[in-house]
């Protein structure tokens, strides 16, 4: 009966849900724009009017208001800004003007005049919702004699890693000399510079410049490029970051001794071998004995800093938890950019009698790998040292020469 009754429940959930995602659905498709955007070709201080319609597709009763957003925005004036539709109101006009400044930047500006239907009033047996549809406003501001857009792109190989700089002549003129030079720090923070041909670059035309370097140099992270175009005196820099492998943090330490029956402070250390901060960083833990959960918990969020290792102390409630072998299968979480992250591990720990010593020792925290940098501090401290050795014993020479020079002289008469 109980196996019947969690079914229904799950069937009830899954027929809510598909009713739902109809109901929204056919919001979407309630209202509409037409058109959907409108082109301008940009003058000085051109002063022009514009018009679209709102169409009331399921030619129902709603309200909506009208206002401007955009970086262009505040060049444009409405005409109306609210509507008012009955249900036999096929579409509504909008107008507007638009009254542009002395200069635009080249290429594309836009502004998007916004119609917001009113949210609906929720009801026993109604959703709450609303739909925002929007209007473009396309400015093509006129390119200069010379100019250039200029895109960065990476191609992962087996062996190396490729930089390509893809550029573009919009100008009105013909591009005689163009190169791009790529700035990056590898692994080990040293710089690269990295020049491409010089080439001639046509009105409209396009053309990749690329160059590579040993991926070993890399190994996993994120390494902060730039790509600076030099063409007929005039640059553009774009900066993207290069991303290889994948975030990864580890769990180091678990304790592998616990007493059974009492509550236990466990340590457990986290390392992270990304070359940057990770924040928000917690392990879910799953109990497990004989291959049965018994129970589960989750650890406190910290902030991990670039390839360094922190500590978590807390406690753990072992009542009721007989001696034996337990494992503890962790689930590392931590966001990068817009996806939950992962990492699995799994220990082993033994509960023992209460009264039993412990035979664990909980190590130092691990510290961070030397890089480069450090090694080569110590390598010239440790060169420095051997001067001021080398330097003292002939200084001392020097000084004791007369008492040297006599030893030689007695040695030298006995012969």
Not at 213 to 239: I, M, P
Not at 278 to 288: A, G, P, S, W
């Amino acid at each position: 009966m109980k196996n019947n009754h969690l079914i229904f429940k799950i069937r009830l959930i899954l027929i809510i849900i598909f009713l739902l995602i109809i109901l929204n659905l056919n919001l979407v498709t309630a209202i509409g724009i037409r058109p959907a955007k409108t082109n301008i070709d940009f003058s000085p201080s051109l002063i022009t009017s514009g018009e679209f319609w709102v169409v009331n597709n399921d030619l129902v009763e709603f309200k909506a208001k009208v206002y401007v957003e955009g970086e262009l925005g505040k060049y444009v004036n409405l005409e109306t800004t609210d509507l008012n539709f009955r249900s036999d109101t096929d579409a509504l006009p909008v107008s507007f003007k638009l009254v542009l400044p002395v200069q635009v930047p080249p290429g594309e500006s836009t502004a998007s005049i916004v119609v917001e239907q009113a949210t609906v009033e929720a009801k026993s047996d109604t959703i709450s919702s609303r739909i925002i549809i929007k209007h473009k406003i396309i400015i093509l501001g006129p390119y200069p004699e010379k100019y250039i857009t200029a895109k960065l792109n990476f191609q992962e190989q087996d062996n190396v890693v490729e930089f390509v700089s893809e550029v573009n002549n919009l100008g009105q003129k013909d591009i005689n000399d163009l190169q791009t030079t790529f700035y990056v720090n590898d692994q080990k923070q040293q710089e690269h510079i990295l020049e491409t041909e010089k080439i001639g670059l046509a009105q409209n035309e396009n053309k990749l410049l690329k160059r590579t370097l040993d991926k070993n140099l890399f190994e996993q992270g994120e390494f902060e490029v730039s790509a600076v175009t030099k063409y007929d005196d005039q640059q553009v820099e774009v900066v993207k970051s290069l991303v290889l492998g994948q975030p990864r943090v580890e769990v180091t330490y678990f304790d592998r001794f616990f007493t059974a029956n009492k509550i236990n402070q466990y340590t457990l250390d986290l390392l992270n071998r990304w070359n940057r901060e990770i924040k928000n960083v917690f392990v879910d833990v799953e109990v497990q004995k004989d291959d049965k959960k018994i129970d589960g918990f989750r650890t406190k969020s910290i902030d991990l800093g670039a390839e360094l290792s922190k500590r978590i102390n807390d406690y753990y409630d072992a009542r009721g938890k007989d001696p034996g072998t337990y494992t503890f299968n962790m689930v590392v979480n931590f966001w990068n950019l817009v996806r939950m992250e992962q990492n699995e591990f799994k220990f082993q720990t033994e509960f023992l009698e209460d009264g039993e010593a412990l035979p664990s020792k909980i190590p130092e925290l691990a510290e961070p790998k030397i890089n480069e940098s450090n090694l080569g501090l110590w390598l010239v401290s440790l060169f420095g040292l051997l001067l001021l050795v080398c330097g003292s014993y002939v200084a001392w020479r020097y000084i004791h020469r007369d008492e040297y020079e006599n030893e030689i002289n007695d040695e030298s008469g006995k012969m």
